[in-house]
Structures are given as structure tokens and as C-alpha cells.
Nanobody
């Protein structure tokens, strides 16, 4: 069974940091570009960051550029999202995604809450 699993979410104060992980089972993650998305209550899901198969190409939404870092460890079949200088507006459920051969594959999401 092909599955993506996010972890690392939680409650953090403004200005704090969190590191999210996206692991895969039934899927060799290094064969795919990976994207992180987020969805806040009442808002549409938005693209946050992407990384190429090798990790040599990354890109970010304007709202997180300079604060978030996407990376991957292909030996561990895992993609990471390091989030620094977090703001209340970063509060959302965060999802990782790959475009599989038969369509998009999403994880179940992990909640990130930024609040004092």
C-alpha cells in the first residue's frame, strides 16, 4: 500500500521553530519531486514548498521564503520541512504530496499551531 505519512507538527509560540517530516511506504520517494502544502481553516490548500528528486532544485511560496527550508534524505526515504520564525498565520494542517503514476498521493496531514 502506497502511503505518505507526515509528522512533527505541534503547538509553538510565534518566532519558534518546527521540523516536519514526510515519510513514505510502498513508494521510493527519491523517484519523485515532493511538495508541501498547507490548509488553514476556511481557506484553500496552498503550495508551500517543493523539492526536485535530487534535491538540487527547491522553491517556496513568497509567504514562507527565507523562513522555511525543504530538504530530503533519499537514503531515509524522507523529505523535511524546517520552519523557522513561525507566525500565527502559519497555523494550518500541513500535507506532503507526490504525483504518483496513477495520480496525486497525499499524506494525512499534521497540525501546526502557532500561538502564544
Amino acid at each position: 500500500q502506497v502511503q505518505l505519512v507526515e509528522s512533527g507538527g505541534g503547538l509553538v509560540q510565534p518566532g519558534g521553530s518546527l521540523s516536519l517530516s514526510c515519510g513514505a511506504s510502498g513508494l521510493i520517494l527519491r523517484d519523485y519531486a515532493v511538495t508541501w502544502h498547507r490548509q488553514a481553516p476556511g481557506k484553500e490548500r496552498e503550495l508551500v514548498a517543493l523539492i526536485s528528486t535530487s534535491g538540487s532544485v527547491t522553491d517556496y511560496a513568497h509567504s514562507v521564503k527565507g523562513r522555511f527550508t525543504i530538504s530530503r534524505d533519499n537514503a531515509k526515504n524522507t523529505v523535511y520541512l524546517q520552519m523557522d520564525s513561525l507566525k500565527p498565520e502559519d497555523t494550518a494542517v500541513y500535507y506532503c504530496k507526490v504525483n504518483g503514476k496513477q495520480g496525486p498521493i497525499w499524506g494525512q496531514g499534521t497540525q501546526v499551531t502557532v500561538s502564544s
